[in-house]
């Protein structure tokens, strides 16, 4: 396997001492973001996190969960389309039936007669799900950002050429560069640089992020989600910190290009327009979502059906997903962490997803204390 | 939450819990109460049944009526118990082709002629278009007690000894169902662990059978009744390449996946090296490695820890929720 090097601990402790010696270095604390919540995963899943840790390096977790991102309205919207409308079909993702509302959950409600929620692998399959039972309207409720927003937009442009019009999706796009201004410029973070996503960039690029390093004056390294690539990624950050000279850097280029994918990007721009959108945390951002443009209105959800996903839907008493999310509360130093809230009975959406850092840093965590190190 | 949901049944945390709360209360008693795979009875008699609605009923490696032996067949043997009699009930949907019903029946012959258990009583039943899929099926069976699995005697240094690759029925159930939309030829691991039973004398304290909510699930488990801590090294895990491919490109955690034909098992330090070459000269267990030990020095008791690949060190947490319903 060509991967296994990217995670032999012999590379990754030759990586980790480098990291910490350029850490040493750098002005303290280093903190750096990693913005993807596979990033979140990857760093928590393979124990790096601690070994950061020690390296002098703290990792925060940002925005770059969709499931997390989106807000409980666009939730109880499709509580409510399954609930009130009879012979309906909401296709989504899994963990998107169990994040907790007013209303309770995907997985809770009782769907109307004849109607029902089913768990799908990929908007194809919701595609089918349409076409196999003639009888029913079908949705697909689908929260990505651009990594899932091509699959999405080219299923709902397929329904549309096909005029398969009993599918339609609700959508919950996000664009990922517009968060990271948003909580750049509230400044409460305190972060030294960024680990740019890997997937996300290789439709993106490199460009998006350009305004970090010349606005801010903060580093950053696209990375992959090998042990390996984190470290290059975060050897890279730490690399320009030493130097005085932030930029993008693409750590990841057997799979990033710096243009990015101009082919992806133009299915998003032929059927997608910028939108200002409401994000959990992080509130309304001018532009940063992307809904169908009129073109395309017959496969819009909440054209079709009139929906306007409600913006007082709070989050539950005591979750601070929202805090978490903008990377100034780290997800242990929430109230009903592991408490209240655990992955069997999440109380927020950062405790659902499988790239929530809720979830993650629970899942993942390191023992309670290691009475010494042996290796 | 008042109604029953699909991951009340995965085998994590989640079922178990619901176990705990819902079903124990009624009946608790001694033999129960442990949740074993299966009850030692007075008389050195083993216990257990399982019920099976794996869906497809037809999956590459195997099938319902294969999985339906061996799974009980399996339970008795990890809890310490030679398999002698089995019985067989079946739930059918109306409509389900006679043929596939035969080829389903040679399947329990055969997996009961190589597990070496007698099909005693049985019983059918049939219920109306929809109201089942296709074909359930419950087995119990009776086994000779050989040996009492000992948790609670683990010590520090002994070796966890895992029998094969990890994950393969996941991956051949999936393929069957063709949710992935890719091919792949991996087989179910589905067999009998028979051949582990002359084990329980060469020192074995504990054993478990991989199935649902795999390695990660069970250890845990085991974890919370062990005396030490307990430390399992992933870059020792035995993984098929397709596993490992699967891994990667569907990003399904071995540890999770479940499997119809290993088990892990605890043993001294000093009888390990002779367990794995018993092990390895069977074609069941060629690929069986020791993948971790009891701790002395790191983690606290009922933890289970995992030093991963990069040499991280990290818990690792039973399966919570629902993976893949009606795996087995």
Known sequence: MTTDLFHDRRVTAGLLAEIAGLAGRAPAPVRLMEVCGTHTMAIHRHGLKDLLREAGVEMISGPGCPVCVTPDGYHETAIRLVTERENFILATFGDMTRIPTRLGSLQTAVPARGSAVKIVYSPAEAFETARRNPSKEVVFFGAGFETTIPAITVTALRALSERLDRFSVLTAFWTI???????????????????????????????????????????????????????????SVLEQIRDGRPRVDNAYARVVRTE??????????????????????????????????????????????????????GDAPGCRCGEVLRGILSPSRCGLFGRTCTPEHPRGPCMVSLEGACLVHHKYRGPVRAVKRKI | MDKISL?????????????????????????????????????????????YVVDPVFFPGGDIGTLAVNGTVNDLVVSGAKPLFVSLALIIEEGLETSSLNRILRSVRKAADKAGVEIVTGDTKVVRRGQG??????????????????????????????????????????????????????????????????????????????????????????????????????????????????????????????????????????????????????????????????????GRPGELLLRTESGGLRLLEPLTSELLPRIC
């Open chain 2, 7 to 51: 991951e009340l049944g995965g085998g994590g945390k989640t079922m178990r819990d619901f176990i705990a709360r819902t079903i124990l209360p009624t009946f608790g008693n001694p033999r129960l109460a442990p949740l074993l795979d299966a009850a030692h009875l007075p008389g050195k008699i083993a216990f257990t049944t399982d019920s």
């Open chain 2, 133 to 298: 899929d296709g074909l359930y099926i419950n087995t119990s069976g009776i086994g000779r007690v050989v040996a009492r699995p000992r948790p609670r005697a683990i010590k520090p240094g002994d070796r966890l000894i895992l029998t094969g690759t990890l994950g393969e029925h996941s991956l051949a159930i999936l393929a069957a169902r063709g949710e992935f939309g890719f091919e792949n030829p991996v087989k179910s691991d589905c067999a009998p662990l028979t051949f582990l039973l002359p084990l329980w004398n060469r020192g074995v304290r504990w054993m478990r059978d991989v199935t649902r909510g795999g390695l990660a699930t069970v250890l845990s488990e085991l974890a919370g009744e062990s005396p030490r801590p307990l430390l399992v090294e992933e870059k020792d895990i035995p993984l098929s390449a397709a596993a490992r491919a699967a891994a990667g490109l569907l990003g399904i955690d071995p540890m999770y996946m479940a499997c119809e034909g290993r088990a892990v098992m605890v043993v001294p330090e000093a009888r390990a090296a002779g367990v794995l070459a018993f092990l390895r000269k069977h074609s069941q267990g060629r690929r069986a490695a020791i993948i971790g030990r009891a701790e002395k020095t790191v």
């Open chain 1, 260 to 313: 990015g994918n101009p082919a992806a990007r133009a299915v998003m721009e032929d059927a997608l327009e910028p939108c200002d959108a409401l994000w959990r945390g992080l509130g309304r951002i001018p532009g940063s979502g992307l809904r169908f443009k009129p073109q395309a209105a017959a496969v819009d959800a909440a054209g079709k059906y009139g929906l306007r996903p409600s913006d007082d839907a």
């Open chain 1, 177 to 235: 560069p517009a968060p990271l201004r948003a909580i750049l410029t509230a400044g409460e973070a305190r972060i030294s640089g960024f680990l740019y996503p890997g997937h996300v960039s290789a439709i993106i690029g490199l460009e998006p992020y350009r305004f970090v390093a010349r606005e801010f004056g903060l580093p950053g390294a696209v990375s992959g989600f090998e042990p390996a690539d984190i470290l290059l990624g975060i050897r």
